[in-house]
C-alpha cells in the first residue's frame, strides 16, 4: 500500500459519491483536509450565514471520517501554504481533489496548487464533479455527457479509514477569524449530509407535490421548493445522488400506477420541471468553468459600459435596504437579508428591478447578493444576473413588471407583510400599491407615504420603457447579432435531455 494520502475538500463536504476520498481510502492512509482562506472567505462576496452553513456541515463530515476511523484536519490560511507545511511534516505521496468551478480567486488558486503539486512533484489527482466538463471542447454534445455522468453509478462511502498518525485536527473558524461580520440570518436550514437527503427526500415524496405551480409565489415556494440548492453548492449533497434518487422516485410512481393505485397527477409535472431544473444548473455553471471571466466582464461586449460601472448611490442603497417605495421589491430584499432565501421568480423581479428601473450595472447588484444568497452558486449566480440585465445578446431582454408580479403572486399582500412591517395595518386594497393610497387613509393606517414607507422611488413603465428601447438599440446592431451568435456557440444550450423530459 502506497504512503499517504491528502484528500482536498472544498465544496464537496460529503463521504458519498466522493471520488477523491474513496481511491485515496482505497490507495493508503488519509489525512482528509478542509481549509479556511482568508483570502477566499474575505473576498467580499461571502457571508457569515454560509460559513455558519459550511460549519454545521463541517461537524458532520468529522464525525463521519470519525466513525469510519479516519479524520477531519481544519487549517486556516492560503493554498498552497497549507499544503506545502502537511505534506513536509507527513510525507504525503498524492493530493485528491474534485474539479472545482468557482469565482476568479478560487480559479487562480486551483492553478497555483497545480502549479506548486507540479514543482514539488506530488501526484495532484482531481475528479470531476457534477455534470460540468473541464476543457469542453464546444457545446454540442454537452447534453449527451452531461447524462452519461448523471446516469453512472454512485460511489460508496468508505467503510474503513487509516488516518495518518500524529495530526493536530484542528477547530473550526469563526467568523471573526476570517473577518466577517457576525450571523445575523435565520436561514432555517442546518448544512451536512444527512440534512440534505432528509430535505430531498421530503420534497420528493411530499412537500414537492405542487411544485410546478408553487414555485412562482413567495408565499407558497418556501415550502413547495426543494431547498436543497445550498446542499449543492456545498456539497453536502451530489447533482448526480438527486438524479438518483428522482428517477428511483419517478419509478416509484410508475409501480403504483401499473399496480393501479392512485398517484397524484400534479407529481408528473412537478417532478419533471424538477429534473430539467438539475440540468439547467450545470449547464450554467458550465459557462463559468468555459469563460471564468464572466464574473465581471459582460459575456456580448457591445453590452459594455451601457450602465454606469459605478451605481447611483441613492438608488443602489434604496434597492440594497428594501426602501423603493415598491412593497413587493422591498419584501423580497429584506427577505434575504432575514433569511438568505427567495424563489427564483422573485429573484429575477429583484434583478430587474435594479437593471431596467433603477438602470444598476449588474456587477454591483450581483456582488451585493452574493452575500445574501444561502445558495450563492458563482456559475449560476454571475451568468444569471447578465441574463436577467439583458446583457447576453443571446437571452431575451425580460423587464419584469413588479406591480403586476405583485397582483399575480401576492395579492392580498402576505408576503408584503410579513416583510414590510411599516405596511402592517394597510387595508388590502392598497396593500400592493400604498402610495396611491388618500391621505386619511395614510393616517388611520399608521404608514404616511413620504414619512412613514417611501413613495416609489421610479415610474416602472417609464423607466422600463427607457431601458428596454436602450438595450434593444445595441440589439439590433449588426455587430451585436455577430458577437451574440459567437456568444451563443461558446455558450447556448443545444438540447433537451432525459431528466429534462421526465425518462
Known sequence: MAGPQLVWFKRDLRIADHRPLAEAAKTGPVLALYVYEPSIWGAGDLDASHLTFVNAALVELRRSLQRMGGE???????????????????????????????????????????????TQRVPFHE???????????????????????????????????????????????????LGLLPDLKRTGLQGGEREAHQMLDAFLTERGVDYRRAMSSP?????????????????????????HALQIRLESMALRKRAGKYVDPRWSGSLSSFGSRLRWRDHFIQKLEDEPGIENTTVCAAYEGVRPLEPDPVRFAAWCEGRTGVPLVDA????????GYLNFRMRAML??????????????????????????????????????????GINTIRVYNPWKQAEEHDAKGVFVKQWVPELAHVPTDFILRPHEMPEMIQLMSGCVIGQDYPAPIVDHATAARTAYDTLWDIRKQASTRAMARTVY???GSRAESAVQRGL
Request: aromatic share 10%; hydrophobic share 40%.
Open 72 to 118: 477531519l484536519v481544519v487549517r486556516i490560511g492560503e493554498m498552497p501554504d497549507v499544503l506545502e507545511r502537511l505534506i513536509s511534516q507527513y510525507d504525503i505521496d498524492a493530493i485528491h481533489a474534485h474539479e472545482e468551478t468557482s469565482t476568479l480567486l478560487g480559479y487562480a488558486r486551483d492553478r497555483r496548487v497545480r502549479a506548486w503539486a507540479k
Open 127 to 177: 475528479s470531476p464533479t457534477n455534470g460540468v466538463v473541464r476543457r469542453l471542447a464546444g457545446r454540442d454534445g454537452w447534453s449527451r455527457l452531461w447524462e452519461k455522468r448523471m446516469r453512472a453509478p454512485l460511489i460508496e462511502a468508505p467503510k474503513k479509514l487509516r488516518a495518518v498518525e500524529g495530526v493536530e485536527p484542528g477547530t473550526f473558524a469563526t467568523s471573526a477569524q
Open 219 to 243: 408565499v407558497t415556494a418556501f415550502d413547495a421548493c426543494s431547498r436543497i440548492a445550498p446542499h449543492l453548492t456545498w456539497g453536502t449533497l451530489s447533482v448526480r445522488q438527486t438524479v
Open 332 to 339: 423580497c430584499m429584506r427577505a434575504l437579508h432575514g433569511g
Open 351 to 392: 434583478v430587474s428591478f435594479a437593471s431596467y428601473d433603477l438602470w444598476l450595472d449588474w456587477r454591483a447588484t450581483s456582488h451585493f447578493l452574493s452575500r445574501h444568497f444561502l445558495d450563492y452558486e458563482p456559475g449560476i449566480h454571475f451568468c444569471q444576473f447578465q441574463m436577467q440585465s439583458g446583457v447576453t
Open 489 to 491: 456557440q461558446k455558450h
